[in-house]
């Protein structure tokens, strides 16, 4: 069982940076695949980008490889998402959700990832 508390979120301009935080409770963090996933007002949960357990890290577009980095630290428990060059597509709730153990198929679906946090929002004003 993990438990997991996003934050970071908020209101930016268009073309700034936010940095969101998503921090969990397993004492075996570093087992867990992290993804962040994002739902915009109306749309579907959308995945965004994912760090397994060995480090290697998918993104759902490579748009994104040069906008969005996640990167983890297993001794504070914590995932990042550093956002820059924010558009205001880019508005929505962003969740990191957590899957245990080391996959070989991408994960990229909601069914996938077992737990999740409770989001928080991030608008990006034009």
């Known amino acids: 069982q993990v438990q997991l508390v996003e934050s970071g979120g908020g209101l930016v301009q268009a073309g700034g940076s936010l940095s969101l935080s998503c921090v969990g409770s397993?004492?075996?963090?570093?087992?867990?695949?992290i993804a962040w996933f994002r739902q915009a007002p109306g749309k579907e949960r959308q995945f965004v980008v994912s760090?397994?357990?060995?480090?290697?890290?998918?993104y759902l577009e490579d748009s994104m490889k040069g906008r969005f980095t996640i990167s983890r630290d297993n001794d504070k428990n914590t995932v990042y998402l550093q956002m820059n060059t924010l558009r205001p597509e880019d508005t929505a709730v962003y969740y990191c959700a957590a899957a245990f153990g080391f996959s070989l198929a991408p994960r990229t679906s909601t069914r996938q990832y077992g737990y999740w946090g409770q989001g928080t929002e991030v608008f990006v004003s034009s």
């Open positions: 760090m397994g357990v060995n480090g290697d890290v998918l």
């Open positions: 397993a004492r075996a963090f570093n087992n867990y695949a």
